[in-house]
């Protein structure tokens, strides 16, 4: 089923990637398998959304991609590291120094600033800012006003653009996105969709997105769509009408929801 | 709701496991100081009770002195041999018995080592008569010069066996003899040691007073009550005796224990009562924290239709539950802290074995009354706020709990806080009288502790903020946020941190009290230490004229100072007179004199110190009617005014006349204390050396250089500030109790935060060091604000107590750093566990849980 992936592509090239992924909780009857040998990989560069009905193993993927989950099987790479091997003092570095974060929500420190919550994983890392980059991923955002504010202080939309500014602050290799636009109403959730485009239009970036909502789907390079586990079918440069007609073909097909 | 209330604490029991530790630790300090001191008392009532005769005479005295100065002059009233003749004629009287019973002698073995209890427990003398309560055991009884029988404890304790040569030291001079027998009692013995000679030996060489005793006993005969008897001896003999019967005896003992032990037993309870103060921090914050984790849970109980009042109640009754539980622990340990002591002090000689513990009906009474009423205190204001709950924050997708603004908080502190360092000023200038300096000094302690507590939440971010401003340059963004966190609840903070202050408040004031008496003492002791030797004895008693002549006859010492003490009332209250060989006196102990000289002094006038004639209002020539144990009674001129003495003045005031003047009051008095001075040019060596070969059968008597008098003396004052530092290290104990409950519940509110850190690439190590730095923050700020108010605290009350002499302060400075840096080992040790469970937290559930 998941013929339609690159696999095969040149290295340097690929910014994340698995390979028969599996994961599974519990064992013999109550065995419960979330990923079922998952094959995917991700270019750089790259805008791809993951969608599939809750409970398909959408977020399980992400969470086993970006080093927050540990696979029963199978491997997965950030860049060319087999993050599948590593222990969780590794894991650790490698998210802070090549993996942005965008969570659904409650994801800034309310006791920081815009800024401080910016550029909290560089400080965590005990890295110096780059300034010029800094600026313009500030700029991108559209938060230079706001920087001396405190979460609380700021609207939903607006804590969210902060944490796209956080997970890009840092260049990391790739983003990953939790339903970012979740917690957002429609306009806002536009801004930060168009936002995230942007910053693989205009500064090279790569994305990962989980997502349930086909016009968020629609503002990436490629859909990846999961059930049972398992990918069954991919849409390039979707639209939110392409979206939804693929969603309607699987619902239809009898899966049970 | 109740059954809501009991599920709830049940499912927070492992939140509420530190309070109910503290509880239990202050109810068990409350219940065990109790149960302890009354099994003593009971113990020792229990024997003097079964002991005392059915009718006991005495001669009479003129009043009845403090139980510490009873032995400070070595005057034992006696009464004539004829007396026994006379209450055995009396009818109903079926024997009469002559009894010379001795306190405080010291018996020596054929190495003058001594024989009886070292430990502060007396040794007793007797003269043997026929008592059913004594059984011989081994041997026969003394019947002749040169026969002892000992109590069988005291043989066994110190391998005395019948045949063994002792010495028996009195202040009439030393008693040889044999061992012929071994005794025990019907009743126990709580530790003393028993020696019994015949009769005509306790006289003459043990009392120095051939044909008199100290008391006489009467046995009444069967069918006559002891008040009938008593009142038939009383009309024989007149009214120059006191005659009690065995309850008035019983009686009399038994108040005097209990006035004893009450003073250890306030004592103790104060410390408990200090440990249940910060215990209320600590289960305050508790309750808060869970008032505010449950804000929407308890909207939907004022939503479903749940009165305000309910809501307080179901929060009130769970902390009575914790209360409950607490004190029912608290008083299973407190009853097993009491055995501990009761089973602690016989390994010191105090055999209790044969009395159970004793649990009055007060104790659990007092346990659960402190217990429930300390969590119900402390869980008020949580549970008033939980009443405030508006039926809507069940609907609020994230319950935000309100902050109320500190500004009415921090203007009521600033208020308080002026008024009570106001009042401290005032007592540290105004220290003319005691009883306004002490009234000022009270208000002002009371005042700036409380106005801490209530500015408490504002200081703290005021202090954090100064405390943590170099972590983020030293620990980077671990740093900034540890610090940020420290204040992000400034009210738990304050009450965290107020515990600790508290207990470190009273740290800091009794160092500087401690430090200012041994340096006042010292310098004291600089001024007026003249003499090279003092001789006294041990155990608050007389060391004896022998010793006094064998001092004399030493070549190199050139003069002996006698110092004796006789007890008398003046207007009532009992003071302690010394008499000094005035002709000496000026090289010995250096008199500082206010007003008059030695002078007036060996001109039959009486010295007293400053603060005492200031108290009673005397000045030079002020006439003084000093009324004497014996019945005595003298009119005295004031003659000279001395300095308070450091530290040593006696109650009652510091009261000295010439020996001769004294002796003419109290003839028996006996040589106290011995100031020695040695002659100019003489060898110091050979004199030490001659000194110790005279006293090496006296093991009572202590000879001290001016080096060895000054170690006394600070060790002294260190003992009783090690162990009020032992005792307010329960009060800590809980204040570090208080401030890891405070970071794993904070740990836990966080546990989202904490995922957040952990997915963006922080390390286990560095939410570790987060955590430990927060908590490092909030410890360090207690003991800067504890230590802060007690050196407040101290400096002003050593100003009132110059009144006492403490006329130097002295600001431990190493004691001080010292405490500061153990509060911030306590605080990296209070974030052992929290942080341990900070680093293990899942970033996955911790980002899930919404």
Known sequence: MSTATAVDAPQQTIAARAQGLTKAYGSGETRVVALDAVQVSVRRGEFVAIMGPSGSGESTLMHCLAGLDTATSGHAFIGETEITRLKDKHLTQLRRDKIGFIFQAFNLLPTLTALENITLPMDIAGRKPDQAWLDTVIDTVGLRDRLKHRPTELSGGQQQRVACARALASRPEIIFADEPTGNLDSRAGAEVLGFLRSSVDNLGQTIVMVTHDPVAASHADRVLFLADGQVVDELCDPSADSVLDLMRTFDGAGRRS | MIKASLRNFLAHKGRMALSTLAVLLGVAFVSGTLVFSDTINLAFTGISSSTAADVTIKPKQAFTPEIEDRALSGEVPTLPASIVAKVAAVPGVQAAHGQVSLQNLTVVDKDNKPVGPTTGAPTLGQNWYDNPQVRLVQGHAPTKAGELVIDQASARHKNVHPGDALHVLTPTGSTPATVVGIVTFSTGNPGVTMVYVDTATAQQNLLGKPGQFTTITADTAPGTTHATVQQRIHAALGDSFSIATKEEQAQSAAQQVSSFLGVVTYALLGFAGLAVLVGIFLILNTFSMLVAQRTRELGLLRALGAGRRQVTRSVLTEAVLLGA??????????????????????????????????????????????????????????????????????????????????????????????????????????????????????????????????????????????????????????????????????????????????????????????????????????????????????????????????????????????????????????????????????????????????????????????????????????????????????????????????????????????????????????????????????????????????????????????????????????????????????????????????????????????????????????????????????????????????????????????????????????????????????????????????????????????
Not at chain 2, 357 to 363: D, R, S, Y
Not at chain 2, 394 to 408: D, K, Q, S
Not at chain 2, 749 to 766: D, H, M, N, P, Y
């Open chain 2, 325 to 850: 539980v607490g004190s029912t622990l608290g008083l299973g340990a407190g009853i097993g802290l009491a055995a501990l002591l009761k089973s602690l002090i016989s390994s010191f000689g105090v055999d209790l074995s044969g009395t159970a513990l004793v649990i009055n009906p007060l104790t659990p009474a007092a346990a659960y009354g402190v217990g429930v009423l300390v969590t119900l205190v402390a869980a008020y204001l949580p549970a008033r706020r939980a009443a405030r709950i508006s039926p809507m924050a069940a609907l609020r997708e994230a319950a935000a709990p309100p902050v109320a603004p500190l500004g009415r908080r921090t203007a009521l502190g600033t208020v308080l806080l002026t008024a009570g360092l106001g009042l401290l000023y005032g007592a540290a200038t105004h220290h003319a009288t005691l009883i306004t300096a002490a009234g000022l000094l009270g208000g002002g302690i009371v005042a700036s502790l409380v106005a801490l507590v209530v500015l408490g939440p504002p200081l703290s971010r005021l202090v954090v903020h100064g405390l943590g401003a170099p972590f983020p340059k030293l620990f980077g963004a671990v740093g900034r946020i540890s610090r940020l966190n420290a204040v992000r609840n400034p009210r738990r903070t304050g009450a965290t941190a107020g515990a600790l202050m508290i207990s470190l408040s009273l740290v800091g004031a009794i160092a500087v009290l401690a430090a200012s008496l041994t340096m006042s003492i010292n310098r004291d002791v600089d001024n007026t230490f003249g003499a090279d030797y003092v001789l006294t004895g041990n155990g608050q008693q007389p060391i004896g004229h022998e010793v006094t002549t064998k001092v004399h006859t030493i070549p190199g010492i050139q003069s002996v100072t006698r110092q004796r003490y006789a007890v008398a009332h003046l207007n009532g209250f009992q003071l302690v007179l010394a008499g000094v060989d005035v002709a000496t006196v000026d090289q010995a102990v250096k008199p500082q004199y206010v007003a008059g000289s030695t002078a007036d002094v060996a001109a039959g006038k009486v010295m007293v110190d400053e603060t005492t004639a200031k108290a009673d209002g005397l000045r030079i020539g002020s006439p003084v009617e000093l009324h004497f144990l014996n019945g005595n009674v003298g009119t005295l001129t004031v003659g000279a005014i001395s300095k308070p003495p450091a530290g040593a003045g006696k109650d009652g005031g510091s009261w000295e006349v010439s020996l001769d003047t004294l002796t003419k009051y109290a003839p028996e008095a006996q040589d106290f204390t011995l100031y020695l001075n040695t002659a100019p040019g003489a060898d110091k060596k050979q004199v030490q050396t001659a000194l110790d070969t005279a006293l090496a059968g006296h093991p009572q008597v202590t000879v001290q250089s001016q080096a060895d008098y000054k170690n006394q003396i600070t060790g002294q004052v260190n003992t009783v500030l090690y162990l009020v530092y032992a005792l307010l290290a329960l009060a800590i104990l809980i204040a570090v109790l208080g401030v890891i409950n405070t970071l794993s519940l904070s740990v836990v509110e966080r546990t989202r935060e904490i995922g957040l850190l952990r997915a963006i690439g922080t390390s286990r190590r560095q939410i570790g060091r987060m955590i430990r730095l927060e908590s490092v923050l909030i410890a360090v700020h207690g003991a800067l604000l504890g230590l802060g108010l007690g050196l407040a605290w101290g400096i002003a009350g050593q100003k009132v107590l110059t009144l006492y002499g403490i006329t130097a302060l002295s600001i431990p400075w190493t004691t001080i750093l010292a405490v500061l840096a153990g509060s911030a080992v306590a605080g990296l040790a209070s974030a052992i566990l929290p942080a341990m469970k900070a680093a293990r937290t899942k970033v996955l559930t911790a980002i899930a849980t919404a």
